[in-house]
């Protein structure tokens, strides 16, 4: 679309969660080209020119698209496996069987997990991928391209293993990287697909997959090289007890000052999970500004325990919601992570304190969108930002008794998405794909599930 052609969206709810959660129970959003041009209350503006569609919104709420900082694509293709195992348990079932992934296993599963993410209002996704066969294929491009052709704007977390069963590890010997290879091939990744530009579509993040999986060396200069390149950081971390205590009999310090002596505090860093934070590792997460991916259903799954979430954001510490891999999250959409946020947390110490709806949503669109460092150019409605928004149909039986369009979005069922933008594309509309057929996606996640089955033994 030229830049001066307007696509006009009027007669909505809007919830632009920016600095001053601004809302307007009947207003109009103006996009021009790949940007936010207006947003207000009432009508669009009269005489604006090059219109190129109008869309009369009643009954909808317009939020900011939703931003998933956590997920792993390849396991949408190992799905319902493992299901009453905690997190090394569950490990150690899957890791013989991830380690058999190829370039067409991985490509379908990440158009599966992107094309559930995109139909249920995600703009923004990002991929931890961390498992890298020998012989396997170009598995970042894989990854990579599917994003682009669904539309999406995209994180990939090159990750990376080399910490095997033979050092102590969890993963088996022929399921990680050299140190010298694994750093090699994330920095030709980074200097392949990495964009630094304000509507960027595509980044690289350096992401050596956890403190039980990867050497010191590989997370000390994994950060050195990131820093190096100028992208952002990310791992997984203090998501179980026993990673603390992993922590503690190799490295002599639980998971946070660990993170600490290898470099991997800072704002340029976001972590998966924090669980079992205490107080002393909130306030370093807050004083160095690391942001934390918040996984409820995950953490659930794998009965890991409730991260204080509360007390991070009021700390000062930037959080965002992550779907997490689908081998430990089925549903694999984002926006029900949303009322899952919610809930989960008033069962912690806070109670019915906890978080609110609109809080939940914070955590989904501009929190998401600080954690991958890119609040500058989304996660909120506001002029001069980046295209990337969703209208959530509200009027329907599900919610159209729910006064309050936050609280029926958040607190209500997952609501059909009519439209969602990104860039100033429309990418689905009444809740199916136009950038893919998602019949033809999940007769291919079917067929590599049953081949990397069969391949596996199973």
């Known amino acids: 679309m030229a830049a001066d052609r307007r696509i006009v969206i009027e007669n909505c709810s809007i919830a632009t969660v920016d600095a001053h959660d601004t809302e307007h129970s009947s207003g109009h959003v103006v996009i021009a080209g790949n940007r936010i041009e207006s947003v207000g209350a009432g009508r669009a503006p009269e005489g604006l020119a090059n219109v190129a569609r109008r869309i009369d919104a009643t009954g909808h ?6 931003v998933n900082t956590h997920h792993h694509y390849y396991q949408w293709i190992t799905r319902g496996l493992a299901t009453d195992h ?31 993410m995109a139909r249920g209002g995600v703009t923004t996704a990002m991929d931890h991928h961390y498992v890298f066969p020998r012989g396997s294929g170009d598995l970042s491009g894989a990854i990579i391209g599917a994003a682009r052709d669904m539309g999406v704007r995209f994180t990939l977390a090159r990750g990376s293993m080399d910490r095997s069963e033979k050092d102590g590890g969890l993963p088996p010997d022929f399921a990680v990287e050299t140190l010298e290879g694994a750093l090699a091939a994330t920095e030709e990744t980074v200097r392949r697909h990495h964009d ?11 992401a050596p997959c956890s403190p039980f999986s990867v050497s010191t060396e590989l997370l000390r200069e994994g950060a050195e090289l990131a820093r190096r390149l100028g992208v952002r950081l990310h ?11 992993f922590c503690k009999e190799l490295f002599g310090m639980g998971p946070t000052d660990y993170f600490e002596s290898t470099g991997w505090l800072g704002e340029d860093v976001w972590m998966a999970h924090c669980v079992h934070m205490n107080d002393s590792d909130i ?7 690391t942001g934390v991916a918040h996984c409820p259903s995950s953490n659930a799954r794998l009965a890991a325990g409730i991260a204080r979430v509360p007390d991070m954001l009021a700390a000062g510490v930037p959080v965002g919601l992550g779907v997490d891999g689908t081998a430990s999250n089925e549903s694999g959409e984002l926006h029900t992570e949303l009322r899952n946020a919610l809930l989960i947390n008033r069962l912690g110490a806070h109670r019915e304190a906890a978080l609110n709806a609109r809080q939940a949503l914070r955590l989904g669109t501009y929190g998401g969108a600080q954690v991958l460092g890119r609040s500058a150019e989304i996660g909120s409605l506001e002029p001069g930002k980046l295209a990337d928004l969703v209208l959530w149909k509200l009027d329907t039986l599900a919610h159209a008794s729910i006064a309050d369009p936050v609280t029926a979005l958040v607190f209500g069922a997952a609501a059909p998405v009519t439209a969602s933008f990104v860039d100033g594309r429309q ?16 007769r291919a996640t079917r067929q590599e599930a049953q081949r990397l089955a069969r391949i596996a033994g199973h």
């Open 427 to 442: 990418i689905v509309e009444d809740n199916r794909l136009l950038t893919a057929d998602e019949d033809a996606i999940a």
């Open 283 to 289: 306030a370093a997460f807050a004083r160095t500004k």
């Open 61 to 66: 709420l317009v939020t900011p698209g939703l």
């Open 86 to 116: 905690n997190l090394f348990d569950w490990l150690v079932a899957l890791y013989p069987t991830w380690a058999r992934i190829d370039e067409d296993m991985v490509r379908a599963a990440a158009r599966g997990s992107l094309a559930m």
């Open 196 to 206: 630094t530009s304000f509507d960027a579509m595509t980044q690289v993040a350096v």
């Open 235 to 245: 791992t997984h971390g203090s998501e179980t007890v026993e990673e603390e205590q």
